[in-house]
């Protein structure tokens, strides 16, 4: 079955340390998103793309990095400049823009 | 720009009872709209969506919700609540308009089912 897989399911940062989120889809979607998810906030984009070799800043892209060198994947590195980065880190794609999304299951990332 | 409210953060009905959650949205012409839903520590899942045609759509777990044009809505209806439904929903409006950029979600309602 066709879906986004998403790993690790948990994922724990030193200070001062960037680590990298992995988003892979296999539903030959051209667009892919990273949400980041606080309690009681709803979902905040981070980054999106259109297209390979291509991605826009969502509303919250301060403190995190991301490629998009296959369609198939789209990496998302939180960096040591964002500061607060525990939340639940959820990765979509779909065919277009404006269409269906389609969820992987979520990262939840924790500093130690 | 496009724009989605969900008036409600959280809700408590019933075991049984009819269920309803509220999505207003801003948008200037007929818009793309979704409602998906969350189980704690999972992705989100599509349980319908509003492209065209008929106002009243059906979807997956015995959801529906029905386009409003006059009043901007998509609200979604159960008529009767199952524990299993206690999840956060989200609504969502996303354009027809290739070149209007990406969909815009609401902030979510938890819907906790009382026994």
């Known amino acids: 079955d066709g879906g986004i897989t998403q790993s690790p399911k948990y994922l724990f940062r030193k200070e001062g340390q960037n680590v990298t989120l992995s988003c892979e889809q296999n539903l030959n979607h ?12 709803g979902l905040r984009l981070i980054y999106y793309s259109q297209i390979v070799n291509d991605f826009q ?17 789209f990496p998302l590195t939180v960096t040591s400049a964002q500061k607060n980065p525990t939340a639940f880190y959820l990765c979509a794609s779909s065919t277009g823009l404006q269409g269906t999304q389609h969820f992987g299951d979520g990262t939840r990332l924790s500093i130690l | 720009a496009q724009s989605v ?49 008929d106002t009243l759509v059906q979807g997956i777990k015995g959801f529906e919700a029905e386009f409003k044009r006059s009043q901007s809505s998509f609200n979604l209806r159960k ?30 309602t938890t819907l906790t089912v009382k026994p």
Not at chain 1, 31 to 39: C, E, L, N
Not at chain 2, 16 to 25: H, K, Q, V
């Open chain 2, 79 to 108: 008529p009767s609540v199952h524990w299993s439904d206690a999840a956060e929903y989200f609504c969502a409006v996303g354009s027809p308009n290739t070149n209007a950029g990406k969909s815009t979600f609401g902030d979510g």
């Open chain 1, 57 to 73: 800043k969502g509303d919250i892209a301060e403190g995190y990095s991301v490629s998009r060198e296959k369609k198939e994947s």
């Open chain 2, 5 to 53: 409210t969900q008036p409600d953060i959280h809700i408590t009905v019933s075991e049984g009872a009819s269920l309803e959650l509220r999505c207003n949205y801003s948008y200037g012409a007929t818009p793309y709209l979704f409602w998906y839903v969350q189980s704690p520590g999972q992705g989100l899942q599509l349980l319908l969506k509003y492209f065209s045609g």
């Open chain 1, 30 to 41: 051209d667009a892919m998103y990273w949400y980041r998810q606080d309690p009681g906030q």
